[in-house]
C-alpha cells in the first residue's frame, strides 16, 4: 500500500544516512518530497534518485540551525505543492569523547542548535500547514535520548531535549489531527559518524563503529515508515533499545553498564 502516494514530505538531514535510505523509501511510494540538508550536491544526487523511482522531489539546502532557514525551507515547501502532510526532523550531529576530554564546551551550543532547536524551527513553521492537512511530524531521535551514554553527553542532552519537546507537543496537538511520531535509533551505518566532533573540537574523519556489526540505514527506514504509516507514539528499532528503555526501571545500573559497553564495543 502507498501510503504516502502524492503526499508532501519535508525530510531535513535528507543527504545521508537515516534522513537518505528514509527519502528513497518515500520516493518509492511516490511521495512529494523536499529535501533539505547542507551539502547541496549529496541532495542534488539525492533528488535524481527519487525521481528515477518516479517520485516528485526537489533539493532546498538547508542550515537547520538558521532559523530563517528553517522557515525559507517550509515557505519553498509550500510554494511548490500548496501544502505540507508531514515533517521529518532527522537534521542532526554528534560526537565522540568524554565531558572531560573536551577542548572546548562550544560543541554543546552546536549541537543543540543542530539537534534540537533544528527541530524545533522547522515544526515551528510546518504546523500551521500540518494542522490543515491533519499530517504528522517525525522526530528521528535516538536511543541516547532516553539514557545517559558515556562519551556523548553533548548528543544525549540534545536528544533528550528533543524528546522531551516532542512529548509535550504531543500532548497540546491532542485532538488537532496532528500526530506527533518520535523515533529513537540505536546505531545506524552513517557517515555522521565520520563526522562526529571529536575532543579537540574536529571532525574525527573515520568512523569509530563497527558498522558490519550496526543497523543499515535501509533496514531503519522501513520501521520509520511503518511507524510513520501507523502513527505511532515512540518508536525504538532495536531490542537492546526496547529491552534497556524497561530495565532503566528496575535495573538502572545494569542499563548504564550496556550504555559503557557499548560505547567500548561500537555497536
Given at each position: 500500500m502507498q501510503q504516502y502516494?502524492?503526499?508532501?514530505?519535508?525530510?531535513?538531514?535528507?543527504?545521508?544516512?537515516?534522513?537518505r535510505a528514509l527519502a528513497l523509501t518515500l520516493a518509492a511510494q511516490g511521495a512529494k518530497l523536499v529535501l533539505a540538508a547542507r551539502n547541496a550536491a549529496r541532495l542534488d544526487d539525492l533528488v535524481?534518485?527519487?525521481?528515477?523511482?518516479?517520485?516528485?522531489?526537489?533539493a532546498v539546502p538547508t542550515d537547520v540551525s538558521d532559523e530563517d532557514a528553517c522557515r525559507r525551507l517550509v515557505e519553498t515547501?509550500?510554494?511548490r505543492y500548496g501544502r505540507v502532510d508531514a515533517l521529518v526532523n532527522d537534521a542532526g550531529r554528534t560526537?565522540?569523547?568524554?565531558?572531560?576530554?573536551?577542548?572546548?564546551?562550544?560543541?554543546?551550543?552546536?549541537?543543540?542548535?543542530?539537534?534540537?532547536?533544528?527541530?524545533?524551527?522547522?515544526?515551528?513553521?510546518?504546523?500551521?500547514?500540518?494542522?490543515?492537512?491533519?499530517?504528522?511530524?517525525?522526530?528521528?531521535?535516538?536511543?541516547?535520548?532516553?539514557?545517559?551514554?558515556p562519551e556523548r553527553t553533548a548528543y544525549a542532552a540534545s536528544k533528550h531535549a528533543m524528546?522531551?519537546?516532542?512529548?509535550?507537543l504531543r500532548i497540546e496537538l491532542a485532538g488537532t489531527g496532528v500526530d506527533v511520531t518520535v523515533v529513537a535509533p540505536d546505531f545506524v551505518v552513517s557517515e555522521i559518524h565520520r563526522r562526529a566532533i571529536g575532543p579537540d573540537g574536529a571532525p574525527l574523519g573515520v568512523t569509530p563503529m563497527q558498522e558490519a556489526r550496526i543497523m543499515r540505514a535501509e533496514d531503519c527506514a522501513q520501521i520509520i515508515l511503518r511507524a510513520m504509516q501507523r502513527r505511532e507514539r515512540l518508536v525504538f528499532t532495536t531490542l537492546r533499545a526496547k529491552t534497556g528503555r524497561w530495565m532503566k526501571l528496575i535495573a538502572p545500573a545494569l542499563?548504564?553498564?550496556?550504555?559503557?559497553?557499548?560505547?567500548?564495543?561500537?555497536r
Open positions: 502516494r502524492d503526499r508532501v514530505v519535508i525530510v531535513t538531514g535528507a543527504s545521508e544516512g537515516i534522513g535524481d534518485r527519487c525521481r528515477a523511482s518516479g517520485a516528485d522531489a526537489c515547501a509550500v510554494a560526537m565522540w569523547a568524554r565531558f572531560d576530554a573536551l577542548a572546548s564546551l562550544d560543541i554543546f551550543e552546536e549541537l543543540m542548535r543542530v539537534n534540537f532547536l533544528g527541530a524545533v524551527y522547522c515544526t515551528r513553521y510546518a504546523l500551521p500547514f500540518l494542522r490543515e492537512t491533519r499530517g504528522q511530524i517525525i522526530a528521528i531521535a535516538s536511543v541516547a535520548g532516553t539514557t545517559g551514554v524528546i522531551g519537546f516532542f512529548d509535550s542499563v548504564d553498564r550496556m550504555a559503557a559497553d557499548a560505547i567500548a564495543k561500537r
